[in-house]
């Protein structure tokens, strides 16, 4: 190696041989006694340069809080809080032109987004004193776009629940009925936005984080292709799955606020395929055309799961069939393979967050790496695993299973994830968008707070059927309210029910261009 250096006494005082010996023992291996204090001066040189990258400053984006200044930050009490749906409280005003995309629109943003000298919670207790020292590129992008940032909506237990109950702050409510979930993992977007507290939120979509708390909240969400926006400056598990997005009550404002966030950042590595923002489609030119000519695809496989409640099934499929009268082809379309995409994502996701998300062990990337953060995750000791939610657990210890005792099967399903995005982009040359329920069952009631690992973890069973599919090809979909069912458990009580609409890579035109021509036909609520 041309940069070995020979190791001074003082780095061998900073790293012995019997550390050597340990790092080596770590992996159930062994070096010859012989050896040992050859490898001991090797290693230790090592020490020079950790010493060297320790001294210098961390290069992170510049972030100028003098145009933005951040106001009146604090964490709201509850009075200020009904629905438990903000984490912090802070107003950044955006620039102050009339003209700009989004002048005079309200935002709230997840808890695991970076703003600067803002408080992280990130949905846990496992550290309380994280403060990022930048703005995500998405915060910097909406500002500069003319919006108010009023604050952090919580995000679930280290961004990792697809209900609204595992927060160290506590359960977040679902907009139409108190003690029923709203989704997670951007649980606060969806309550703020559908009680219309914001006029919009920047979500993430690891699986579906996203899409589960529009559908439970009926607000517009959508997860846009893999590496359209930047996730610069937000909280990673894995970066296969990460995309963030934006959450409104209407097609038309997602459209505007995507086109203000997305395109590359020349940090994302992701991005390689993505365009510059100024040379992104006009997302909007799309709203009005309406869908005649088009062609709607049913996706059959996304019916037939157990899991679906038969009448948020035929919700669905009324409202993918009312394309007819807008002049659609409706048709059914089959993807056999969309039956075994969560347990491919199973045997992919889980490693990779064990290793990135909780053991601070991502590596592999040109981006921005949020080295606060892994310090304050780093090490993993038995307190913070103590107070680490069940559903991060299990993905902690599902991942760390998967790598001891299956070592080559995270490979097989990265090369199954090619795979499924051919096969939808083939689905995909027939039709113009394919239609699912975003979820398979309306909202449901809250884990009681002394619930165990089991009860917690039922709660969102079988959530993701038709969400994690397309975080793993990549494809961009949207969730769309399109009437109610009652609660499984209370015929007065009236929850949303979501359609998702899935397009071809980079394609959020026309499945915006579908979602508002549906949204403008017929109101949801009336249904």
């Not at 020079?48 to 961390?58: G, K, Q, R, T, Y």
């Not at 200020?80 to 700009?100: C, F, L, T």
């Not at 040379?279 to 695809?297: M, T």
Request: hydrophobic share 40%.
């Amino acid at each position: 190696m041309a940069t070995l250096a020979a190791a001074s006494e003082a780095n061998k005082a900073q790293i012995t041989a019997q550390d050597v010996v340990d790092i080596v023992g770590s992996l159930n291996l062994s070096l010859p006694e012989s050896d040992v204090s050859q490898w001991h001066d090797i290693i230790a040189s090592v020490q020079e340069s950790i010493d060297v990258v320790n001294a210098l400053p961390d290069y992170v984006p510049n972030t100028d809080t003098d145009q933005y200044p951040r106001q009146d930050v604090h964490r709201p009490t509850p009075e200020e809080n009904p629905g438990n749906a903000w984490a912090w409280k802070v107003r950044i005003e955006g620039d102050k032109d009339d003209s700009a995309i989004l002048s005079g629109v309200t935002f709230a943003l997840k808890d695991n987004i970076a703003v600067k000298d803002v408080p992280m919670l990130v949905g846990t207790d496992v550290f309380t004193d994280y403060i990022p020292d930048t703005d995500a590129t998405v915060v910097r992008r909406i500002l500069k776009a003319g919006g108010t940032i009023e604050g952090k909506a919580v995000c679930e237990n280290l961004s990792l629940c697809a209900s609204s109950f595992s927060a160290a702050t506590g359960p977040v409510e679902n907009p139409y009925a108190e003690g029923y979930t709203a989704g997670g993992s951007s649980s606060g977007c969806g309550h703020l936005v559908g009680a219309a507290k914001v006029d919009a939120g920047i979500g993430g979509d690891q699986g579906g984080s996203i899409r589960f708390p529009a559908s439970y909240c009926g607000i517009v969400g959508m997860k846009p292709t893999w590496g359209l926006v930047p996730w610069t400056g937000i909280m990673t598990h894995d970066p296969v799955h990460d995309t963030a997005g934006p959450m409104t009550q209407t097609v038309a404002l997602n459209a505007k606020v995507l086109q203000a966030i997305a395109g590359r950042d020349d940090i994302d590595d992701r991005q390689y395929a993505a365009p510059l923002p100024a040379d992104l489609p006009n997302y909007s030119d799309s709203l009005e055309k309406g869908v005649a000519g088009l062609r709607i695809g049913i996706l059959q496989e996304g019916f037939d799961f157990a899991v679906i409640d038969p009448r948020v099934k035929q919700k669905v499929l009324d409202a993918a069939e009312r394309f007819k009268s807008l002049g659609a082809e409706v048709l059914p379309i089959s993807v056999p393979l969309h039956t075994q995409a969560g347990h491919i994502v199973n045997c992919a996701l889980r490693p990779t967050a064990s290793q990135q998300g909780y053991l601070g062990k991502a590596c592999g990337r040109r981006a921005l790496y949020m080295t606060g953060l892994t310090e304050k995750m780093s090490p993993l000791t038995q307190d913070k695993f103590d107070k680490m939610f069940s559903t991060s657990k299990f993905s902690l210890m599902s991942g760390l299973y998967v790598w001891s005792k299956h070592p080559a099967l995270y490979g097989k399903a990265m090369n199954l994830y090619r795979r499924l995005r051919d096969e939808y982009d083939a689905a995909l040359s027939q039709v113009d968008v394919l239609i699912t329920p975003t979820t398979p069952y309306v909202a449901n009631r809250h884990a009681a707070r002394d619930a165990g690992p089991a009860e917690q973890m039922a709660k969102s069973r079988g959530v993701a059927v038709n969400t994690v599919c397309f975080n793993a090809s990549g494809h961009p979909a949207l969730s769309l309210p399109i009437g109610y069912c009652s609660a499984e458990d209370d015929d007065s009580i009236k929850l949303p029910v979501g359609m998702q609409i899935v397009g071809g890579m980079f394609q959020e035109e026309m499945i915006y261009r579908v979602a508002a021509a549906w949204e403008k036909a017929f109101d949801w609520k009336s249904l």
